[in-house]
């Protein structure tokens, strides 16, 4: 792909998006991701490795690109991930998703809610709510527009990665873009 075709991000990102590490981090790193993706379930465990091994070098950033036509149970998990954000518990419920994509009902979403300590009336006004939707459409929308087609799919520094996500793939990759950034590499 020559340097004309590299998409890039056409929702910037910003204090809307569920991050972690510094907004000052050499490198961003964008997935986009469906909560009962099987390789989004595959890449989950990788990040968390890729995320501990740069540290305050990297932020991860997650949006929701649910695959409703495949996969039936993404938007109602997208949807339960946006509430807990707004109890303050994304990155717990992202972390029970994946941990337990096989089970995805809506009686599991609501029992992984009450373990987060969000009641049940809170969780379907959540879920329900218009905001929590137009949230999850407009990283959907962000993704069409930035030309995701399938999940996961990354963006480091704000150009679409279409390398391989296997931890030393990717550790490579973010050195690279490390490097363009004027820092110092990781330790292998």
């Known amino acids: 792909m ?3 075709e590299v998409r890039h991000l056409k929702l910037p990102v ?19 991701g469906d909560y009962e993706c099987p ?6 465990p990788i990040l968390k490795n890729v995320r501990k091994h ?10 929701n690109f649910p695959l409703s036509e495949i996969h039936p149970r993404a938007t109602p998990a997208a949807l339960v991930a946006e509430t807990a954000a707004l109890h303050g518990k994304f990155w717990e419920m992202h972390d029970l998703l994946f941990d337990h994509q096989e089970r995805m009902s809506d009686a599991d979403l609501a029992k992984y809610a009450a373990q987060l300590g969000i009641g049940s009336e809170a969780f379907l006004e959540g879920i329900q709510s218009e905001d929590v ?12 527009r930035s030309g995701v087609n399938g999940t ?9 990665y279409d390398g391989s996500w296997y931890y030393a793939d990717l550790v490579a990759a973010i050195d ?13």
């Open 14 to 32: 910003g204090d809307r998006d569920h991050a972690q590490g510094p907004p000052d981090a050499p490198v961003t790193l964008v997935e986009y």
């Open 152 to 160: 996961p799919t990354f963006f480091l520094n704000g150009a679409r």
């Open 54 to 63: 740069f540290g305050t070098r990297l932020r991860f950033v997650y949006r």
């Open 2 to 4: 020559n340097r004309s």
């Open 133 to 144: 939707g137009r949230r999850v459409q407009e990283d959907f929308m962000g993704g069409v």
């Open 176 to 188: 690279a873009a490390i490097r363009v950034a004027g820092e110092p590499l990781s330790q292998h």
């Open 39 to 44: 390789f989004c379930a595959q890449a989950y």
